[in-house]
């Protein structure tokens, strides 16, 4: 039979220390994300405008027509932050910046409960009767493409959670996304036929997106050109 090593009495006392000295190191943290406010910020913030909304109408601040009033601005808002949270892919790969990633899903769920709100206070002006808004949306086209925004933008809302991605799967998850683009158009078209007079702030807005629109095809034309 042949013999097992024996550890000499310099070799255990060696190992002993040297296992003491691992113990009493600090375990390494792990590193944190930059800017770890920034995401419950964008929540807060996003929501304050609804605080506000609510003190302008309890205090009478909303002018002649309360209504006609935080419909603009509800759907103005939605408008803004849906454009935002299309913003912040080519804002990452223009700069290399991360964050723009980690607020993206905020600002669309923003934009969802703002476009949420401007519908739930057209139903209050036409005060809630199905047929009324039925025949609204299907003779105004105003009405129609406004609708049909929000319609595509239920099950974005719906799928945004990691659990829906997994579930889907990620390419039938981003197919489905893809709809986003339809929402803003509709939007700034929804947008541009309300205003009746100054047409300059839908016109910004539109800008904006044909220019994401035209980001997103050359992202897409330089992956088809890469072999």
Request: one cysteine or more; aromatic letters at 8%.
């Amino acid at each position: 039979m042949k013999d097992f090593p024996v550890l000499s009495r310099q070799g255990r006392s060696e190992g002993a220390t040297e296992k003491a000295r691992a113990a009493s190191r600090p375990t390494p943290r792990r590193a944190s994300r930059p800017l770890p406010w920034l995401g419950p910020g964008i929540v807060v913030g996003g929501l304050l405008p609804v605080g506000g909304l609510v003190l302008d109408a309890v205090t009478g601040a909303l002018g002649a027509n309360p209504v006609q009033r935080a419909l603009l601005q509800t759907g103005q808002l939605a408008l803004a932050l849906l454009i935002l949270s299309l913003a912040c892919t080519p804002l990452r790969l223009l700069t290399g910046w991360t964050w723009p990633a980690r607020v993206r899903k905020a600002l669309g769920l923003l934009a969802f409960v703002y476009a949420a709100l401007h519908f739930l206070i057209y139903l209050f002006d036409h005060a809630f009767t199905p047929g009324i808004v039925l025949e609204d949306v299907l003779k105004r086209p105003f009405v129609t493409v406004g609708f049909a925004a929000l319609v595509l933008l239920v099950p974005l809302a719906l799928t945004s959670t990691r659990d829906a991605v997994r579930r889907m799967g990620f390419a039938r998850w981003q197919r489905l996304h893809q709809l986003v683009y339809i929402a803003v158009g509709l939007g700034v078209l929804h947008y541009w036929w309300g205003v009746k007079k100054d047409h300059t702030a839908p016109l910004l807005a539109g800008l904006v997106v044909a220019a994401l629109f035209a980001v997103r095809l050359l992202r897409q034309r330089r992956a088809r050109a890469r072999p």
